[in-house]
């Protein structure tokens, strides 16, 4: 992307700024790259953890953050930043549908989306994912009770991984200002 995709701007607004307030209300725990956790205004609720390691994959993260939530009773609701639409109210939706599942996240015609949150048994298999990308492995792994949410819009899935998707997300959400004026 050319530069930390987090610090990206879309419709005004950084990527990462658009994670934070989609978890806002929340006890928040950001793991970011230096470049990225240098970048952020602290704010209440919010401790940022830096990840030295990206190259380990989602399960660094991961640990990172568990790691941080002392409260072993506690579900932990993982935001991606290359997921822009992801609102708080989704998020409230998805944590409040965990219950005592393991995993809950939002989906739609039979596919999983994102926040997906892990509640306690799912958290305490964290430090034994394989580096790379852990969520979908504990996610989906059979051993866990799951909580599909069903959605009807596309915020869980809008991903930003090119240029291209960054573009036409900004030119999405401009023309949707347009029409609500």
Same mark, same amino acid.
């Given at each position: 992307?050319?530069?930390?995709?987090?610090?990206?701007?879309?419709d005004? &607004?950084? *990527? +990462? /700024? #658009?994670? =934070?307030?989609? %978890?806002?209300?929340?006890?928040?725990?950001?793991?970011?790259?230096?470049?990225?956790?240098?970048?952020?205004?602290?704010?209440p609720?919010?401790t940022?953890?830096?990840?030295?390691?990206?190259?380990?994959?989602?399960?660094?993260?991961?640990a990172?953050?568990?790691?941080?939530?002392?409260?072993?009773?506690?579900?932990?609701?993982?935001l991606?930043?290359? &997921?822009p *639409? +992801? /609102? #708080?109210? =989704?998020?409230? %939706?998805v944590?409040?549908?965990?219950?005592?599942?393991d995993?809950?996240?939002?989906?739609?015609?039979?596919?999983?989306?994102?926040?997906?949150?892990?509640?306690?048994?799912?958290?305490?298999?964290?430090a034994?994912l394989?580096?790379?990308d852990s969520?979908?492995?504990?996610?989906?792994?059979?051993?866990?009770?799951?909580?599909?949410?069903?959605?009807?819009?596309?915020?869980?899935?809008?991903?930003v991984?090119?240029?291209?998707?960054?573009?036409?997300?900004?030119?999405?959400?401009?023309?949707?200002?347009?029409?609500?004026?």
């Open positions: 992307m050319g530069a930390p995709k987090a610090l990206l701007v879309v005004g &607004t950084r *990527l +990462v /700024d #658009r994670a =934070l307030g989609a %978890a806002t209300g929340f006890p928040t725990v950001l793991v970011a790259s230096p470049a990225v956790a240098a970048a952020v205004d602290p704010r609720g919010l940022v953890v830096v990840n030295d390691q990206p190259s380990l994959g989602m399960r660094r993260s991961l990172l953050a568990d790691a941080r939530i002392l409260d072993r009773d506690a579900a932990l609701a993982v991606l930043v290359d &997921t *639409l +992801v /609102d #708080r109210t =989704l998020v409230g %939706a944590a409040g549908a965990l219950g005592g599942a995993v809950a996240f939002p989906v739609r015609d039979g596919i999983p989306g994102h926040p997906v949150v892990f509640g306690p048994r799912a958290r305490s298999r964290i034994d394989p580096d790379g969520l979908r492995v504990l996610r989906d792994d059979p051993g866990m009770t799951r909580v599909p949410v069903p959605v009807d819009g596309d915020a869980p899935f809008v991903d991984d090119s240029p291209s998707d960054l573009a036409a997300l900004g030119e999405r959400l401009a023309a949707e200002r347009r029409r609500t004026r």
